[in-house]
């Protein structure tokens, strides 16, 4: 998985509670993705960071939060999780390539959380 | 808004060519379309990528017409290991447009 993980693999969580993913590369690419995938959903883009501290938001950013404290770590928080953010979650990274356009469409996904918030 | 449009699933048998198409409209000249590949509880692998006419790799190629309304990832001679589902993504002014995705099955 292109020197990506991901942890915790699976979490089982309750309502109202914080949760916090990781996702460590050992690639030092610049550019870092948060995504959920729920049926009939495909792929959704929560939040993206274009380098240490540079982060932006996706289409479904509203509930959660991210972090960039350096290249290889990028944190993905739920302040309060719902039931509704249960879902598998992909970190993803890709490289700079010199045009944004191509860095952004070329990227690489770890093997995803597993999260189900009861 | 440059939204993605995939059929659902196709069919296919072992040792055809299959051409699964993405739809997307109003799309920048300089927007590139990219193919992901995902199997059963796997992340999704990066596939091909192009912003024009024709890109050609060692497992796909990727045709982008003249009007970048649509493009069609190309399987040469599909195995049973193809099967899985593939999504086209176009970002475009700094928005990630995933297609919902189209699942290949591929029989013997």
């Known amino acids: 998985d292109a020197g990506i993980t991901q942890s915790p693999r699976h979490k089982v969580t309750e309502t109202g509670t914080p949760v916090t993913l990781r996702c460590h590369q050992t690639?030092?690419?610049?550019?870092m993705y948060w995504y959920r995938q729920d049926p009939g959903h495909g792929l959704r883009l929560i939040h993206y960071?274009?380098?240490?501290?540079?982060?932006d938001k996706g289409e479904v950013s509203d509930g959660y939060s991210v972090s960039r404290s350096k290249t290889e770590d990028f944190l993905l928080t739920l302040e309060s999780a719902t039931s509704s953010q249960t879902s598998v979650y992909f970190c993803?990274?890709?490289?700079?390539?010199?045009?944004?356009?191509?860095?952004?469409?070329?990227?690489?996904f770890g093997p995803g959380t597993r999260l189900t918030v009861l | 808004l440059a939204k993605t449009t995939q059929p659902i699933s196709m069919d296919s048998y072992e040792g055809q060519e299959v051409n699964i198409t993405c739809s997307h409209n109003n799309i920048a000249t300089n927007d590139y379309i990219t193919w992901y590949q995902q199997f059963p509880s796997q992340g999704p692998r990066f596939i091909i990528q192009g912003y024009k006419t024709k890109v050609t790799n060692e497992v796909a190629s990727l045709f982008i017409p003249a009007d970048r309304k649509s493009s069609t990832l190309s399987l040469p001679r599909v195995s049973l290991s193809d099967t899985a589902v593939y999504y086209c993504l176009v970002v475009s002014f700094n928005k990630f447009y995933f297609g919902s995705g189209t699942k290949l099955n591929v029989k013997p």
């Open positions: 690639e030092n690419h610049r550019y």
């Open positions: 993803a990274i890709s490289p700079s390539s010199g045009s944004f356009r191509k860095s952004y469409n070329e990227q690489f």
């Open positions: 960071s274009y380098g240490v501290k540079d982060t």
